[in-house]
């Protein structure tokens, strides 16, 4: 495994399966070949979201950096916007959807990387 410098700019954004009009960019994960990370910027257009999955033994943060929206977590919506911080335990089922009038833009860090499981 090699170290990596690079800017984001020159990693396309992707929409991955269960998401509506919601983006991401996968800055750090197998592909550049990390073991133990999967680190993104996500972008949420407004009305986008992710259906309601589970990840069985990833961790994973959310930290939010422009926007509004609702994070669903077992069930129970929490508002978030600038500045918040989401912890997501494994098999904790949840979901993030934008409620506000501009891209809900945040970071996602997660480990160990994870598929989506529904």
Partial sequence: MEA???????VDWIETPGHYSAFSKMLVNESVGSKHFDFRVSSYQPKGSCEPHVHQTAESIYYVLKGE???????????VGPGMVVFIPPKVKHAIKNTGFEDLIFIVAASPPERTEK
């Fill in 4 to 10: 990596k410098v690079f800017k984001a700019e020159t």
């Fill in 69 to 79: 929206g609702i994070v669903e977590l077992e069930g129970v919506r929490h508002l």
